[in-house]
């Protein structure tokens, strides 16, 4: 068990005396597959990106992050595309 997991508490005997579930209960709340535990959030990636700094020019930033969310994914497609434009 996770030590960071608030505890449900079990200090009620009679069924009836349970607490009710609710839908914060259920967001939170372990799966199971059979006996296999399903994990959340994002599955890991095949291949792992590296992470890099580098420096670019106000504008090229500020052209890519115009366009909304993804603007980092839409900067390494374009370093791709021009990888294999000039390969």
């Known amino acids: 068990m996770n030590a960071n997991r608030k505890d449900t508490g079990?200090?009620?005997i009679d069924p009836d005396d349970a607490?009710?579930?609710d839908d914060t209960f259920f967001e939170t709340a372990d799966e199971y597959r059979g006996d296999t535990?399903?994990?959340?959030?994002r599955p890991k990636a095949n291949k792992v990106k590296q992470?890099?700094?580098m420096r670019l020019d106000p504008e090229v930033v500020e052209s890519f992050k115009a366009d909304g969310?993804?603007?980092q994914s839409r900067i390494n497609q374009a370093l791709k595309e021009y990888i294999?434009?000039?390969?």
Not at 37 to 41: D, F, H, I, S, Y
Request: proline share 10%.
């Open 84 to 87: 294999r434009e000039h390969s």
């Open 37 to 41: 535990l399903v994990k959340r959030g």
């Open 51 to 53: 992470r890099v700094t």
């Open 10 to 12: 079990t200090d009620w």
């Open 69 to 71: 969310p993804g603007w």
């Open 19 to 21: 607490p009710e579930l």
